[in-house]
């Protein structure tokens, strides 16, 4: 019971942050499902590979498996010459949806029924067998390759396709598409180069000197994946094959920068490393990356301040108001901002504008005093949303006073 002996921790000035555990709302349109879904985890394999580095990944992602929390759910995609989506849920035969790449995917309807979702995203321990018998099968793309052109590959329609899926099955909880790609794309929406081996793929003098024809387009089409995965909360994990061959980052950025997703490049996926990157997406402990979901940041303040903008891994949601400066930095034109995804090291700079304000006369009056809030809401990886806020308050002094006794310019930056 709260009483002038036993205050919460909020009324005192020490804790300046508080973590709360939000209990989730059950779903009016569908009271038996549950009310939070754990994280998703959605590999997307090319397989338009060697045998060698195909099975170097089949088996990290069978590690990948074991390392994930047990509840986590799990889906698969792979591609080549087409898009294949494995149903996990049919584990009698291997059953398969195949989207072309000429064809380019519709948008999918959010809220399937629990029976939809069971078919292709199944917690970690009910499909470990399944999806590793599924990868033991796989082979590489056996699509014919005509003499003098590349691999017919479609990552675009790929990504396209789970993120659209996934996002049907799994509305309102934070997912990571993982996608693990050994080549160029070369067919449909996102393609960087054409087939014919008698073209090359763009150079960076290409892109400078705006030579590179498929670029624009390309990158394009990852613009609007990447608003489409920010409006789901789902974050785009690029691990790349090949060191010294182009394989498309520079048009899919864009994508992988506004959901705060990583990017690993490596020789080989024998590579070690690849190998510790990729381990160190799923262990726990001290050595893992701690990966939370579907976060969000918002910040507070007086009405003397006003908010530049944000540089850091976060997409602006536009909130407008009175404390959004007409200076935009980074980030800008709201207070409030998603990170589909952050970890332990997720680092953003806030930055501010102070109004010149009219300061007492008087030397013995105190100043006035300022607040800045930061709430920061995620789900964590066992699935619960968690809010934390950081609340300080400073008197504004004179540029003449001390800096240690108050606060008058402000850089801050939020771990």
């Given at each position: 019971?709260?009483?002038?002996?036993?205050?919460?921790?909020?009324?005192?000035?020490?804790?300046?942050?508080?973590?709360?555990?939000?209990?989730?709302t059950?779903?009016?349109?569908?009271?038996?499902?549950?009310?939070?879904?754990?994280?998703?985890?959605?590999?997307?394999?090319?397989?338009?590979?060697?045998?060698?580095e195909?099975?170097?990944?089949?088996?990290?992602?069978?590690?990948?498996?074991?390392?994930?929390?047990?509840?986590?759910?799990?889906?698969?995609?792979?591609?080549?010459?087409?898009?294949?989506?494995?149903e996990?849920?049919?584990?009698?035969?291997?059953?398969?949806?195949?989207?072309?790449?000429?064809?380019?995917?519709k948008?999918?309807?959010?809220?399937?029924?629990?029976?939809g979702?069971?078919?292709?995203?199944?917690?970690?321990?009910?499909?470990?067998?399944?999806?590793?018998?599924?990868?033991?099968?796989?082979?590489?793309?056996?699509w014919p390759?005509?003499?003098?052109?590349?691999?017919?590959?479609?990552?675009?329609?790929?990504?396209?396709?789970?993120?659209?899926?996934?996002?049907?099955?799994t509305?309102g909880?934070?997912?990571?598409?993982?996608?693990?790609?050994?080549?160029?794309?070369t067919?449909?929406?996102?393609?960087?180069v054409?087939?014919?081996?008698?073209?090359?793929?763009?150079?960076h003098?290409?892109?400078?000197?705006?030579?590179?024809?498929?670029f624009?387009?390309?990158?394009?089409?990852?613009?609007?994946?990447?608003?489409?995965?920010?409006?789901?909360?789902?974050?785009?994990?690029?691990?790349h094959?090949?060191?010294?061959?182009?394989v498309?980052?520079?048009?899919?950025?864009?994508?992988?920068?506004?959901?705060?997703?990583?990017?690993?490049?490596?020789?080989?996926?024998?590579?070690?490393?690849?190998?510790?990157?990729?381990?160190?997406?799923?262990?726990?402990g001290?050595q893992?990356?701690?990966?939370?979901?579907?976060?969000?940041?918002?910040?507070?303040?007086?009405k003397?301040?006003?908010?530049?903008?944000?540089?850091?891994?976060c997409?602006?949601?536009?909130?407008?108001g009175?404390?959004?400066?007409d200076?935009?930095?980074?980030?800008?034109?709201?207070?409030?901002?998603?990170?589909?995804?952050?970890?332990?090291?997720?680092?953003?700079?806030?930055?501010?504008?102070?109004?010149?304000?009219?300061?007492?006369?008087d030397?013995?009056?105190?100043?006035?005093?300022?607040?800045?809030?930061?709430?920061?809401s995620y789900?964590?990886?066992?699935?619960?949303?968690?809010?934390?806020?950081?609340?300080?308050?400073?008197?504004?002094?004179?540029?003449?006073?001390?800096?240690?006794?108050?606060?008058?310019?402000?850089?801050?930056?939020?771990?």
């Amino acid at each position: 019971m709260i009483s002038e002996t036993n205050l919460p921790c909020e009324l005192y000035p020490q804790f300046t942050t508080v973590q709360y555990l939000l209990q989730p709302t059950p779903d009016p349109n569908n009271p038996s499902a549950p009310p939070q879904l754990p994280p998703v985890f959605v590999f997307v394999l090319d397989t338009c590979m060697i045998e060698e580095e195909l099975g170097f990944v089949k088996l990290a992602m069978k590690q990948a498996l074991g390392l994930l929390p047990e509840h986590a759910l799990v889906g698969f995609v792979s591609y080549g010459t087409q898009a294949h989506v494995h149903e996990l849920g049919f584990s009698d035969i291997s059953k398969v949806y195949v989207f072309r790449a000429a064809g380019f995917p519709k948008g999918m309807q959010n809220g399937y029924s629990n029976s939809g979702i069971n078919r292709f995203v199944l917690p970690a321990s009910d499909c470990e067998f399944t999806l590793n018998s599924m990868l033991d099968e796989l082979q590489t793309d056996q699509w014919p390759v005509q003499l003098g052109n590349r691999v017919s590959r479609c990552t675009g329609v790929s990504l396209s396709v789970a993120s659209g899926l996934f996002g049907a099955c799994t509305p309102g909880t934070g997912a990571r598409i993982i996608a693990l790609v050994g080549g160029p794309c070369t067919e449909g929406p996102g393609t960087i180069v054409s087939k014919d081996l008698s073209e090359p793929v763009r150079l960076h003098k290409d892109l400078d000197k705006d030579a590179a024809p498929y670029f624009r387009k390309a990158v394009r089409f990852y613009d609007s994946l990447a608003k489409q995965l920010v409006n789901q909360g789902h974050v785009l994990d690029l691990l790349h094959l090949h060191l010294i061959r182009f394989v498309g980052v520079a048009e899919m950025k864009v994508a992988v920068e506004r959901t705060c997703g990583l990017v690993v490049l490596a020789e080989s996926f024998g590579h070690s490393v690849f190998k510790g990157s990729f381990r160190c997406m799923f262990k726990d402990g001290e050595q893992s990356l701690g990966l939370c979901f579907n976060g969000m940041l918002e910040v507070n303040c007086s009405k003397d301040i006003k908010i530049q903008g944000v540089i850091g891994p976060c997409t602006s949601l536009e909130k407008t108001g009175t404390n959004v400066s007409d200076t935009t930095i980074g980030e800008g034109n709201t207070t409030k901002w998603k990170m589909c995804g952050l970890n332990r090291s997720t680092c953003l700079s806030v930055l501010f504008d102070i109004l010149a304000t009219e300061r007492p006369n008087d030397p013995g009056a105190a100043n006035s005093q300022l607040y800045l809030q930061f709430l920061t809401s995620y789900q964590d990886p066992q699935g619960k949303t968690m809010l934390r806020v950081t609340t300080v308050t400073r008197r504004w002094v004179e540029s003449a006073v001390g800096k240690e006794v108050g606060l008058n310019s402000l850089n801050l930056c939020l771990g």
